[in-house]
Nanobody
Framework: QVQLVESGGGLVQAGGSLRLSCASS????????MAWFRQAPEKEREFVAG????????SYADSVKGRFTISRDNAKNTVSLKMNSLKPEDTASYYC???????????????????WGQGTQVTVSS
């Protein structure tokens, strides 16, 4: 049974930084494409960033390019999201997701992901 546990959310002022982490247990982590999604109240869940098996491939939503960086440590079974220059519109619950796949592609649709964490809240004040 694969479990994903996020940490690192909190309250930060606009322009500040946060680092989210996701610890995975169960399964073969190095064969998961990993991603971060977020969901604000009354909005659909949206793709934020994703990273391939080895970390050599990554993808970002246009809204976070240049501000967020996704990384992974296959030895520690963790994936992180460093968020800089945070804006109030980044406020949302952030979810870690894992796609157990035979192809090292980063998909942006939530339906492509097999496992999800419980989410961590990020609130950016203006």
């Amino acid at each position: 049974q694969v479990q994903l546990v996020e940490s690192g959310g909190g309250l930060v002022q606009a322009g500040g930084s946060l680092r989210l982490s996701c610890a995975s247990s169960g399964g073969t982590f190095s064969r998961f494409v990993m991603a971060w999604f977020r969901q604000a109240p009354e909005k659909e869940r949206e793709f934020v960033a994703g990273i391939g098996w080895t970390g050599s491939r990554s993808s970002y939503a246009d809204s976070v390019k240049g501000r967020f960086t996704i990384s992974r440590d296959n030895a520690k079974n963790t994936v992180s999201l460093k968020m800089n220059s945070l804006k109030p519109e980044d406020t949302a619950s952030y979810y870690c997701a894992a796609d157990f796949t035979m192809v090292d592609d980063v998909w942006t649709g939530p339906e492509s992901y097999d496992y999800w964490g419980q989410g961590t809240q990020v609130t950016v004040s203006s």
